[in-house]
């Protein structure tokens, strides 16, 4: 079975553009998440769907940020306007339900010149 | 605040020798997992230990977990230079968000 997915591996984006994160679950799986990660504040959660329905959307990240779910099988992290400070490893999770193991894609490296 | 979170930033060790990785968290909890990042990948799990039990091994690594103080540690022996990595915990709370909370992670060092 193909774990998760995500494209691109690397994005270069200079300030104030759009960029758009994609990321293919697990098949079968119920729940996505997106996480940003970087060395200070480690994981953080940015949207949480189950069954395609908006669980969380992280609060801080609201303004900028918009994950989408248009299928059970695809979901898209838009940032605009990128900002230097975006600049992370984006992360997707996929899991069955609820509390269970999280299966991560390998993540997609933003730079924000 | 973190409801989970790991005690130390990075550790670093010998190949060879043994290292415990400790994680407390805030809440009551069904189960903790311990997950494995390496670098340019994804974390992926190593143990789910659940709430009712104190110890689970996988191999060269052994998990503990103590609901009374809150903490939980993964240990591993024989430590070999693929083990480094980011090692986090996440927990799965008794009731509120329905889904895993991740600690910051420890950074482990494996030198040869």
């Known amino acids: 079975d193909a774990g998760v997915t995500q494209t691109p591996r690397h994005e270069v984006a200079e300030k104030g553009q759009t960029i758009i994160l994609k990321c293919e679950p697990v098949?079968?799986?119920?729940?996505l998440f997106w996480y940003r990660q970087t060395k200070i504040q480690g994981l953080e959660l940015l949207s949480y769907f189950r069954s395609k329905s908006l669980m969380e959307d992280g609060g801080a990240f609201k303004d900028r940020f918009k994950a989408e779910m248009l299928n059970s099988s695809f979901s898209t992290l838009k940032i605009q306007p990128t900002e230097p400070k975006d600049s992370a490893v984006y992360l997707c999770?996929?899991?069955?339900?609820?509390?269970?193991?999280?299966?991560f894609g390998p993540g997609t490296r933003l730079t924000v010149l | 605040s973190q409801l989970a979170e790991e005690n130390l930033w990075a550790l670093s060790v010998h190949e060879g020798e043994s290292v415990t990785v400790n994680c407390s968290y805030k809440t009551s909890i069904t189960a903790l997992q311990w997950y494995r990042q390496k670098s340019g990948e994804g974390p992926a799990q190593l143990i789910l230990i659940r709430s009712n039990e104190r110890e689970k091994r996988n191999g060269r690594l052994r998990a503990t977990l103590d609901t009374s103080s809150q903490s939980s540690s993964l240990s591993i022996t024989a430590t070999r230079c693929e083990d480094t990595a980011v090692y986090f915990c996440a927990t799965e709370p008794e009731e509120g968000a329905d889904r895993l909370t991740f600690g910051k992670g420890t950074q482990l060092i494996i030198q040869p």
């Open positions: 098949s079968g799986h119920n729940d």
């Open positions: 999770a996929s899991s069955g339900q609820g509390n269970a193991e999280q299966f």
